[in-house]
């Protein structure tokens, strides 16, 4: 299904209102804007299978941009507006782009990208222009609102990883080759199935549109006639305000955002009315299970969990009760079989720590990186993102941590995503990285980087807080798992949709010993 498709039912509803703007625009405003884009980039020679990337903030027609994409057949690839521009025009090239979309707002990175980007035929850009750009708004109100002449083939999305342990890589899938009204695809039927979801809905995005999650659940709300209420930014207040605001019920948001709204006034959280909530379902990252009970406690039990990866090889599930009943699990699997691989490529025992796989009939593939594609795989076809976690006696599965971000200090193993999920439960912590620094005795120790409550006032009350913070990590872990030694920083390398950038903190941390990883 597609937007076009609500226009004799929900013609005139609000197919997306902008949470920070007010801007609102209906079905029928967001089809008839699709189709002048479609019809644009087909006059400018794309066709079905054919290449374009886009480079924007959560701006207010950013998913008309994409079904645009999507009803001319293309394989869009939405990059990251917080790139360098370096990151940016790799993606560019490396995804074959013929087309480019961007707006004003990036306006100074447009340009930058203009010569070391040759294969870009078409440069568009909204709310105004530069030298090489197209105004988007000029360009597509010279075009039809009706749809392409022709039988249109869905477009399909061809997305990066956000660069957590290097250059961002693309995921690719086969393109389906299939009619624009072809069977609901796999992310509405879980929207439907698991959590609800259907055209009476009202559904509350508060990510960027660019990260998978985000964008393959507000394309499912759309092809399902829902309403999308969309956040410019997150704010945890402004969020609470928009689900009183808008009865909204249902939402996805990363952990990070838990902890942002738990950490709220007591007065300021109880002034919105959340009962309107129907299922708030979060992923991206390890949610700390204190974090999670106290949602639960808040929210009611409509609290959903899912593990999965944009590569699609996968999905595992877990409701409130479930997860009560198993607490601190991801679920378990809804689509694959889940295999725990230990050092040696053989199957662990069940309870024991070994890398996650998936056997499913989910095919991908990582773009121009063959290495990294046949890392991913295992000698029986099964297939792994790079976490590490093990299954229990019902076969829920609880992820440890991501392998490339284990701690080898003294020949122990220390995953440093449990010590995270005890000091983020502190009073004083906002947020929180732990990753393994040089040691000269034991090979690596434990580091935590950390932003406070409140930044000390000077050397005396960092280290007054540290002591801290250490002793209450020791109060919930072994000493060997708990930070040697804590710093401070006003800010952490954090993607807005919740991932840690810990590989940026940890370069720095070698580099100044002098050493690499």
């Known amino acids: 299904m597609f937007p076009g498709a609500h226009l004799d039912t929900h013609g005139d509803k609000p197919a997306l209102i902008m949470g920070g703007s007010g801007f609102t625009q209906t079905y029928r405003q967001l089809d008839a804007a699709a189709n002048r884009l479609s019809r644009l980039l087909r006059s400018a020679g794309l066709q079905p299978g054919d290449h374009i990337a886009i480079c924007m903030e959560n701006h207010d027609r950013y998913l008309e941009v994409v079904w645009g994409c999507h009803y001319a057949g293309l394989v869009y690839t939405c ?16 995804c074959g782009a013929r087309a480019y979309i961007t707006s004003k707002y990036k306006s100074d990175q447009a340009i930058e990208v203009i010569d070391t980007t040759p294969n870009v035929e078409l440069r568009l850009m909204l709310d105004g222009t530069v030298d090489g750009y197209e105004r988007y708004e000029d360009a597509v109100a010279e075009q039809s609102p009706e749809p392409l002449d022709e ?7 061809m997305l990066y990883s956000s660069g957590t342990t290097g250059m961002p890589t693309g995921i690719t899938r086969a393109f389906p080759n299939e009619p624009l009204d072809a069977s609901p695809g796999a992310v509405q039927g879980l929207l439907q199935l698991l959590f609800g979801m259907d055209d009476s809905k009202r559904y509350l995005s508060p990510a960027p549109f660019y990260h998978a999650a985000p964008l393959r659940f507000c394309l499912a709300v759309h092809a399902l ?10 704010d945890a207040e402004e969020y609470l305000s928009l ?58 039990p409509v609290i959903h969990e899912y593990y999965a990866g944009s590569e699609g090889n996968g999905f595992v599930y877990s409701n409130s009760e479930s997860w009560l009943a198993h607490e601190g699990t991801v ?10 691989v230990g050092e040696d490529g053989e199957e662990v025992p ?24 046949a890392a991913s795989r295992h000698p029986k076809g099964w297939t792994t993102l790079g976490d590490v976690g093990y299954l229990d006696e019902d076969g829920f599965l609880y992820l440890t941590d991501r392998k490339a971000y284990m701690i080898i200090s003294g020949g122990v193993n220390i995953y440093p995503q449990e010590a995270e999920n005890v000091l983020v439960t502190h009073p004083k912590v906002l947020d929180v990285a732990v990753f393994g620094v040089p040691n000269d005795d034991f090979g690596e120790e434990v580091k935590a980087v950390v932003h406070p409550a409140e930044m000390p006032a000077d050397d005396a009350a960092a280290s007054a807080l540290a002591s801290e913070l250490i002793q209450f990590c020791r109060t919930e872990l072994a000493d060997v798992k708990c930070p040697r030694s804590i710093d401070f920083r006003e800010e952490l390398p954090r993607h807005p949709t919740g991932k840690l950038y810990k590989r940026l903190l940890k370069d720095e941390y070698w580099k100044e010993a002098g050493r690499s990883i």
């Open 243 to 300: 689900v009183d605001q808008y009865d909204i019920t249902h939402s996805q948001v990363v952990p990070t955002m838990f902890v942002r709204m738990l950490k709220l006034p007591e007065e300021t959280r109880t002034k919105f009315d959340v009962s309107s909530l129907e299922a708030v379902i979060h992923a991206a990252a390890p949610c700390p299970a204190p974090v999670k009970k106290q949602m639960i406690e808040w929210f009611g």
């Open 350 to 373: 069940q309870g024991q720590s070994g890398t996650v796989y998936f056997e499913s009939e989910g095919e991908f593939e990582y773009h121009n990186d063959p290495e990294k594609t």
């Open 331 to 340: 679920g378990q699997p809804i689509v694959g079989v889940l295999h725990i």
């Open 151 to 157: 039988a249109r083939v869905a477009g399909l999305d």
């Open 225 to 234: 006639g829902a309403t999308i209420v969309a956040m410019e930014h997150f």
């Open 79 to 94: 990059a990251s507006s917080r790139l360098t521009s370096h990151e940016l025009e790799y993606i560019i090239n490396d």
